[in-house]
């Protein structure tokens, strides 16, 4: 039998254990009593872990008897570390205590209803709800109800912690979006069962899920067309009269919701006046659908416990709406979760620590299931005999066809989350391309260099110049030249912000250039040349070894983009910063510039994209038929441009 929660006590407070079960169970709520023992080698965190296996959530009953134990601060601060566990599954109880004693661990429960609304709220209803459902039914907003239940209904030296479960012992303050951590979780629940067996229609399992988890009465999914709407779906608890009740909501929503709705604000309001009939409760959720007010539409209705929602409720259903490809196929509970992660920090700029911890992970995770390609960069001339592949740049690709997208996904991410993101791609990415790339080379008995790319700040940080000399004592890498590091130009490093802004910033990071040119043979190239934060007074300071002009520039208006790499190509042959290699990346067949006059007009000698060679697992040569292929692009003529019938001059 699994129980809905198990109580942990210790001996001397059984008869508060023994009343707080009697309550529950009064209630149909199925409770485990598990007194922990005394012992100073006692582990509390694998007891609690232990009561996890047999009950949904606990209680953990704590009084001046526990403190007394010496253990009982190590064992607390475990329990509610952020990268815990147990933290929003255990409810922690605090009796016998004043409060001052309890703010020396977390500050008190901070009600968010007045004295008027919580004794409708907190009332034997709210357990009795809570006693209906099944173990599995039993979500989070149920346990947070739970909480402030017993916090209102215990003897008055009971005490919970702010906003329990959410909350941790000793931590800094909570984020607002705290409580949403477990929410998030109870709507996933199910999705990697769902991905596994791929039965039935996935819009139906996805709205059935969110009415399990919003303990949702009936829920409609609508699209307005015209002055119509369509119900795409709908779902209720019980046998409810669902076409009268449309009818009627119909009217509402076009009259009073669509005319006051704000694009991506949800709201809620009363429909007692409207008698629904069916419904227990006449409270409604409304949701709009991706920011628009027309398009589509989420209704919940009898749902009381508005003091418990913020407008990250809408933020989270349309994020699934997106991921989901508008509620058309079931993902895995990562996949989802990372999606609704990645909205929550780009729309309020921060999350909770845990959401920041775990978001990590599954990006950790993630990473495993990437492999770096290569992408020749090719040395041109009209003459075949002087082609040939002068390096090879490392990309990534996703491992198989499931993970099709995964690569650019990371990638937004990382430059979303910021510098901790971004260095642990850098560092799988650099160790993966060498481990991939260097044995190739080996059997070829060849020493192309590879270029990698890196962000700016990964590059500064310690535990990057830590791999790079556990990648050389591996002889992964060797002190020749054969690494290049590429730096995006597309982002501004957020170190360049800091005490004596951007010369300060570029004299370090030169300074960390020469270091590890001299340390570990690196070379450098700027990547993405002409667009995002490039510049030449930065080239100045940072004299790399190659320049990388980034396709946009081959996209421009032709003679705009021509006088851009004339311009470049004139600042390789001046002293001061003279010996840099210029390369033309992204070279297919949309580009405005032919490869003919790249090579023979502007007189471009590197060159790289899909035209001339792209990503494969295994490096190989170039044939002398592809050499001769080349060499037929670049000496084919481009049309003559149309001229001017009065002054003769060229029409662009």
């Not at 790399?544 to 004339?566: C, M, W």
């Amino acid at each position: 039998m699994r129980y809905h929660i198990f109580i942990s006590y210790i001996v001397e407070d059984q008869e508060i254990a023994c009343q707080l079960a009697k309550k529950l169970t009064k209630y149909n709520i199925n409770v485990c009593l598990r007194d922990f023992k005394l012992a100073e080698s006692y582990n509390l965190p694998n007891d609690l872990e232990q009561g996890l296996e047999t009950a949904r959530y606990g209680i953990l009953i704590l009084s001046p008897h526990v403190f007394k134990r010496k253990w009982a601060k190590r064992e607390l601060l475990n329990i509610f570390s952020d990268r815990s566990k147990l933290k929003n599954k255990i409810l922690p109880v605090f009796s016998q205590i004043n409060p001052e004693e309890v703010k020396e661990f977390a500050s008190l429960l901070n009600d968010q209803t007045t004295a008027n609304n919580r004794k409708d709220i907190f009332s034997g209803e709210v357990l009795k709800k809570i006693g209906e459902k099944t173990v599995e039914d039993m979500g989070y907003f149920d346990f947070l109800l739970l909480a402030k239940t017993i916090d209102c209904e215990l003897n008055t030296n009971s005490y919970l912690l702010k906003n329990s479960p959410c909350h941790s012992l000793l931590t800094p303050l909570p984020s607002l979006l705290e409580k949403y951590d477990n929410f998030i979780d109870e709507l996933l629940l199910h999705f990697d069962g769902q991905v596994q067996h791929q039965d039935g229609d996935p819009a139906i399992f996805i709205m059935q899920e969110i009415r399990r988890v919003m303990n949702a009465e009936l829920i409609y999914y609508l699209r307005k067309n015209g002055n119509d709407y369509t119900i795409v779906y709908e779902n209720s608890t019980s046998y409810l009269e669902k076409n009268e009740n449309f009818e009627t909501i119909q009217h509402f929503i076009k009259n009073f919701i669509f005319p006051n709705f704000e694009p991506g604000k949800s709201c809620f309001m009363k429909l007692d006046h409207l008698n629904l009939k069916g419904l227990k409760k006449n409270n409604c959720i409304a949701i709009p659908i991706v920011d628009h007010t027309e398009e589509a539409l989420i209704l919940i209705l009898s749902f009381s416990e508005f003091f418990l929602l913020e407008d990250v409720i809408g933020i989270i259903f349309n994020s699934l709406y997106l991921v989901t490809n508008s509620f058309s196929k079931v993902l895995p509970e990562v996949t989802v979760r990372s999606a609704i992660y990645d909205e929550i920090k780009f729309v309020y700029k921060y999350v909770s620590n845990n959401m920041y911890n775990r978001r990590f992970h599954d990006f950790s995770e993630e990473l495993k299931h990437i492999e770096m390609h290569f992408e020749p960069i090719l040395h041109l001339s009209n003459n075949p005999d002087d082609i040939f592949i002068s390096n090879w740049e490392a990309l990534a690709r996703p491992a198989g066809s499931p993970y099709n997208g995964l690569p650019a996904r990371l990638f937004k991410a990382a430059e979303l989350w910021g510098v901790q993101f971004q260095t642990e791609l850098d560092l799988y990415c650099l160790r993966k391309s060498l481990e991939t790339y260097m044995p190739q080379i080996a059997k070829r008995n060849e020493r192309l260099p590879l270029s990698v790319n890196v962000y700016p700040d990964s590059m500064l940080r310690t535990i990057y110049k830590k791999e790079l000399e556990h990648l050389k004592k591996e002889k992964l890498l060797s002190s020749d030249g054969h690494l290049i590091l590429e730096i995006s130009e597309k982002t501004l490093a957020t170190s360049i912000n800091g005490d004596g802004g951007i010369n300060h910033y570029l004299n370090d990071f030169r300074t960390n250039m020469n270091r590890l040119s001299h340390q570990y043979g690196v070379q450098f190239a700027i990547d993405d040349f002409g667009v995002g934060w490039a510049s030449i007074s930065r080239l100045n300071r940072l004299l790399p070894t190659y320049i990388k002009i980034d396709r946009d520039i081959l996209l421009f208006e032709q003679n705009l983009g021509k006088a851009v790499i004339r311009y470049l190509k004139g600042l390789s042959n001046i002293s001061v910063i003279g010996g840099m290699k210029i390369i033309v990346e992204g070279v297919d067949e949309l580009i405005k510039i032919s490869l003919s006059e790249l090579v023979n007009e502007l007189y471009v000698r590197y060159v790289q994209g899909h035209l001339l060679g792209k990503a494969v697992s295994n490096i190989t040569s170039l044939t002398k038929k592809r050499k001769q292929e080349i060499a037929r692009l670049i000496n084919i003529k481009p049309p003559n441009p149309p001229q001017c019938p009065i002054c003769g001059q060229n029409i662009f």
